[in-house]
Each structure stands twice: as C-alpha cells, then as structure tokens.
C-alpha cells in the first residue's frame, strides 16, 4: 500500500509517500525508512544526531524550546525523550562491542607523556526512587537515614593526556547513570587506560579523585601503577577547615591563611611540602 508520513531532518518535518509491504500479520516494512537508516520511524540519522547530543547537554523541554527559536526541527519534548532510550536499547546489549571499536579509534597524542585518569560520582534524585517513602520506613524502623534518600548515583571518568610542559592535549569523558558502585564506569576506564597503554606503553600514569574511599579503592588496586593525587579543589578545601579549626570558622585570620597557603599549594613548587609544614607546625601550637 501506498501511505504518507512525516519525518524529522535538519532542515524541518517532511512529509513523504513511501510504500509499505507486508507478509500476513507480520509487521509493515518500509524499504524507503530501511534504506534512509530512519530511527524511531521519525529521526533521520543527522537529526538524530543533533538531537541526542543536544539532549546530553540539557533537559528535553529546553531542547524543545532551543529548536522552537532555530526554527529548523520542531520534534515534540516527548519524541526528544524517547529518543536517547531508544539509543540505549541498542547500545546495552552491545556496549563492550561498541566501547572496543570507539577506544581503539581514540589515538593518544603524539607529544603526550602523561595520562591522568579520574572518576567521580554525584547523587541525583530519580523519579522512581521513593524518596518519601523510604524515609517514613527508615523512620518507622528507628534507623537514621544516611545521605540522599530517593537518589542514585550518576557518575563520570575522564582519561587525559598532557605535554612535557603539562598542558593538557586532550582528553576523554565516559559518564553513566545511574550506577550503584560506579562499576560499568570503572570496568570502561580501565579498558580506555589498557588502550591507551597498548599504544604508548611509556607513559607515565597519575591518578586524580577526591577522597572517597570508593574511588581509590578502584584507583590503587585495579590501575596498573603511577602516581595518585588528591585534586586540587578537594584539597584547597580541607585546607580550608584545617585553619578553620585552628583560627575560628570564617575568621578573618582562617581566611587569610587560606588565601595565602592556598596559592603556595597550587603555584609553587614546592607547595605540598610548605603547606605540611604549616600545618604540623599549627597543630604542634595546639
């Protein structure tokens, strides 16, 4: 039979004729969407494309209203929804097979010398996480309720890869949500390191993670060795509540030690040692 439909491209909704074929009850068969790589019966590849990204970067209804002002593609905030679920049903079931292909096409730099790898994990609220319910019940069972009730954990890794003079050359960002443990995360920036190593065996490995027990677990026992490094951000900020306690919460003496030692910490070099040594000596003067 003979039957319109309209699909979404880059350049708007078309609406075209194509044939459909059928074998008794079987589903219908469009060759024209088979032959085109049409998604969902609705996205051409290119806008499907365009789509996704933008929908990594922000929620479906801001998207919907960011192509609202283009002016271009008009999909409905729910087709923009749906549109990354479908492309996780077909990357799950696949995704070593995918990861493979995609870390072997990643080439480490030329002029690179150093990798640092890292992970971290957020906890976001989900829409089925019961938040409410699970307090009342911890409450009910006189337990105290331990971080966010409700929320999952969204979590991310990098690997990147820097010059002699440390300038980072580039980098790569895996990111999954939500996960228990971060262990996808994990086993994927572990093959991504193993790639990388493969093709520049010299390099020199540093390993970048706040304090979570968690992540240096992973970190120190399943990387292959190198140097591990509280980042700066976490440890400016337990600096921070070292001279907090020693000079009084947001005095004006704790936040002037902060300043200063903050700087050595990050600019000279040998600041590690220098902020140590102020510390010890503050702890010593009790």
């Known amino acids: 039979m003979r039957s319109s439909e309209t699909y979404q491209t880059v350049a708007g909704s078309i609406k075209v004729p194509r044939t459909l074929y059928r074998s008794g009850q079987d589903r219908c068969i469009a060759p024209l969407e088979l032959r085109a790589g049409i998604i969902e ?37 729910s087709s923009l929804a749906r549109l990354p679920k479908k492309f996780n049903d077909q990357w799950e079931p696949n995704r070593e097979a995918f990861e493979g292909i995609l870390w072997e096409s990643i080439k480490v730099p030329e002029k690179a010398v150093t990798a640092a790898a890292s992970l971290d994990g957020v906890m976001l609220p989900v829409k089925d996480g019961k938040r409410k319910e699970k307090r009342e019940q911890n409450k009910s069972d006189g337990k105290r309720t331990r971080g966010p009730a409700g929320c999952r954990e969204a979590s991310c890794g990098t690997l990147s890869f820097y010059d002699a003079q440390g300038e980072r050359l580039s980098t790569v960002r895996i990111g999954r949500m939500p996960e228990s443990k971060k262990v996808t995360l994990k086993n994927s920036l572990s093959e991504l390191l193993d790639e990388a ?12 993670a706040d304090g979570a027990k968690d992540n240096w677990t992973f970190l120190t026992n399943e990387l292959p060795e190198g140097h591990e490094v509280v980042d700066f951000y976490h440890a400016a900020e337990h600096l921070k509540k070292a001279f907090d306690l020693s000079y009084g919460e947001n ?5 002037e030690k902060f300043t200063t030692y903050r700087h050595i910490l990050k600019e000279e070099s040998e600041g590690v040692e220098r902020v140590i040594k102020a510390l010890a000596y503050q702890y010593k003067q009790g």
């Open 41 to 77: 019966g609705y996205w051409t590849p290119r806008a499907a494309k365009q789509a996704v990204w933008m929908v990594a970067q922000m929620p479906p209804g801001d998207v919907k209203n960011l192509l609202d002002l283009m002016g271009n593609m008009s999909p409905s905030e």
């Open 197 to 208: 190593l493969r093709q520049k065996p010299d390099l020199t490995l540093v390993k970048v």
């Open 251 to 255: 005095s004006a003496k704790s936040k």
